[in-house]
T-cell receptor, first 111, second 113 residues
Framework: QQQVKQSPQSLIVQKGGIPIINCAYE??????FPWYQQFPGKGPALLIA?????SEKKEGRFTISFNKSAKQFSLHIMDSQPGDSATYFC??????????FGTGTRLLVSP | KAGVTQTPRYLIKTRGQQVTLSCSPI?????VSWYQQTPGQGLQFLFE???????NKGNFPGRFSGRQFSNSRSEMNVSTLELGDSALYLC????????????FGPGTRLLVL
């Protein structure tokens, strides 16, 4: 019940495309859902986060869509650029600081 | 403001040895969490410290331990290293305990031979 399932495992899009990464969870106690971006050799960096009382949140080219009834949330990257090529992780927590991470999605944006 | 720093960045040890990793959180942050990242298991929570006390612990054996000092700096120790302990160990800091934004350091890459 503590798992966060993430798909797809890898994704290739052309520059300007809109990659979508999906995550699903079971634990209804989760109340915080961040997305992290990780480049090789670096630690994860927070991109954007959402709480269950909001269905959508936008920050720049990144949008989280949240479906509380389906227990799913997704990341959309608008106008993707080669510099967005990285591994993306969704995560969830219950307020006790312990982040449960998805398995990651390796995104490649081709020029 | 300086980010989370971790030392050393790379480490090579042999089975049976022990290792200590260090983490300095962002100035003013009082909560420090540790995560292990491996290709097979992904990112897994190890433990969290706040005000020098362990507040939460993941499902790792007792060989993994940690502590936090009064200046919020934290160390984690792994005793009797096993090959499977080879991983990237990440430290994350946040302002306080609870659901707060966590800022990750660059990690310490540990290789156990």
């Amino acid at each position: 019940q503590q798992q966060v399932k993430q798909s797809p495992q890898s994704l290739i899009v052309q520059k300007g495309g809109i990659p979508i990464i999906n995550c699903a969870y079971e634990n209804t106690a989760f109340d915080y859902f961040p997305w992290y971006q990780q480049f090789p050799g670096k630690g994860p960096a927070l991109l954007i986060a959402i709480r269950p009382d909001v269905s959508e949140k936008k920050e720049g080219r990144f949008t989280i869509s949240f479906n509380k009834s389906a227990k799913q949330f997704s990341l959309h990257i608008m106008d993707s650029q080669p510099g967005d090529s990285a591994t993306y992780f969704c995560a969830a927590s219950t307020g006790f600081q312990k982040l449960v991470f998805g398995t990651g999605t390796r995104l490649l944006v081709s020029p | 403001k300086a980010g989370v720093t971790q030392t050393p960045r790379y480490l090579i040890k042999t089975r049976g040895q022990q290792v200590t990793l260090s983490c300095s959180p962002i100035s003013g942050h009082r909560s420090v969490s540790w995560y292990q990242q491996t290709p097979g298991q992904g990112l897994q929570f190890l433990f969290e410290y706040f005000s020098e006390t362990q507040r939460n612990k993941g499902n790792f054996p007792g060989r993994f331990s940690g502590r936090q000092f009064s200046n919020s700096r934290s160390e984690m120790n792994v005793s009797t290293l096993e090959l499977g302990d080879s991983a990237l160990y990440l430290c994350a800091s946040s302002l306080r305990q609870g659901t707060e934004t966590q800022y990750f350091g660059p990690g310490t890459r540990l290789l156990v031979l």
